[in-house]
């Protein structure tokens, strides 16, 4: 699974994308694959992208709203899979630029206690360990704040974090807020977000969405060193023909 997308650069602005470009991008969206355990993972050479979040934090209807497709919750949904990291492939014309990964919700109150330390140790050596990790989206209903388990997760990766690991915030549900709560929390949010950024986020007011297509662009997109007479980096790396879609593949 290898293509031409450049490794992450540090330090340098990522080319700019609107909303609507980024948005066509999210809903190249397919399912790729699903691992119940890390080494059963595939080894990713392109950025990674996890969602992360307690048991109904609202990430399943974020990742439909951002790819504006139903099925992929559906594909994370289907029985035996829950507990799964589910992989995405984004990407035109089957080349694949970046991969999400849907890690299982947490804090499940129906879950045993030991299935849930199994999970957050599974979870917090993803996010760890995995190479092809990129960046994070924690996802969290502003009106219940960061839980512990949160509190735990962004612990455990705030020396990636520090280290380069891009990191989002997102406050999902903001249509539950006034204006003025949306702003407190955002606050708050950026303060606990360390390196990292907060943002706002509605499925429902379709509130930030575009916001978060541009930056999860971004962070799969990262500019390329600048060279004497190299082309526009803010052109996205659209192949003009379908001659090289060979080696994805095209499950659903
Ligand atoms: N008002 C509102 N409700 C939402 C929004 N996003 C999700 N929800 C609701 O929150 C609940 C949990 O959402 P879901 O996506 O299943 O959460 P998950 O468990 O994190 O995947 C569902 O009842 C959703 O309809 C939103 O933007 N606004
Ligand atoms: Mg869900």
């Known amino acids: 699974m290898t293509n031409s997308s450049p490794a992450p650069v540090a330090g340098k602005p990522s080319p700019s994308i609107d909303g609507k470009l980024a948005m066509g991008w999210m809903h190249t969206a397919r399912f790729l694959t699903t691992a119940a355990q890390l080494h059963h993972l595939p080894t990713i050479?392109?950025?990674?992208?996890?969602?992360?979040?307690?048991?109904?934090?609202?990430?399943?209807?974020?990742?439909?709203?951002?790819?504006?497709?139903?099925?992929?919750?559906?594909?994370?949904k289907k029985p035996g899979r829950t507990q799964h990291i589910n992989l995405f492939s984004l990407g035109r014309q089957g080349l694949t630029d970046a991969v999400l990964a849907d890690?299982?919700?947490?804090?499940?109150?129906?879950?045993?206690?030991?299935?849930?330390?199994?999970?957050?140790?599974?979870?917090?050596?993803?996010?760890?360990?995995?190479?092809?990790?990129?960046?994070?989206?924690?996802?969290?209903d502003p009106r219940l704040g960061l839980?512990?388990?949160?509190?735990?997760?962004?612990?455990?990766?705030?020396?990636?974090?520090?280290?380069?690991?891009?990191?989002?915030?997102?406050?999902?549900?903001?249509?539950?807020?006034?204006?003025?709560?949306q702003t407190k929390a955002l606050?708050?949010?950026?303060?606990?977000?360390?390196?990292g950024e907060a943002m706002l986020f509605s499925a429902l007011k379709k509130q930030g969405v575009d916001d978060v297509a541009q930056l999860l662009w971004r962070w799969s997109h990262p500019a390329e060193p600048a060279a004497a007479g190299a082309p526009d980096a803010a052109t996205p790396a659209v192949p003009s023909t379908t001659s090289d879609s060979a080696d994805e593949p095209q499950a659903n």
Do not use: H
């Not at 969602?51 to 994370?76: D, E, H, P």
């Open 45 to 76: 050479e392109v950025p990674e992208i996890a969602f992360v979040g307690r048991s109904n934090a609202g990430k399943s209807t974020c990742i439909n709203t951002l790819t504006q497709q139903k099925q992929l919750a559906f594909a994370s």
């Open 103 to 140: 890690l299982p919700g947490y804090g499940y109150a129906a879950v045993s206690r030991s299935d849930k330390i199994r999970w957050q140790q599974v979870m917090v050596n993803y996010l760890i360990t995995r190479s092809s990790l990129t960046g994070i989206v924690l996802l969290c």
């Open 147 to 181: 839980t512990e388990l949160d509190e735990a997760l962004l612990e455990a990766v705030r020396p990636r974090v520090e280290d380069g690991l891009k990191f989002l915030i997102l406050l999902t549900k903001a249509d539950k807020l006034t204006r003025a709560e």
């Open 187 to 195: 606050s708050i949010a950026r303060l606990q977000a360390g390196g």
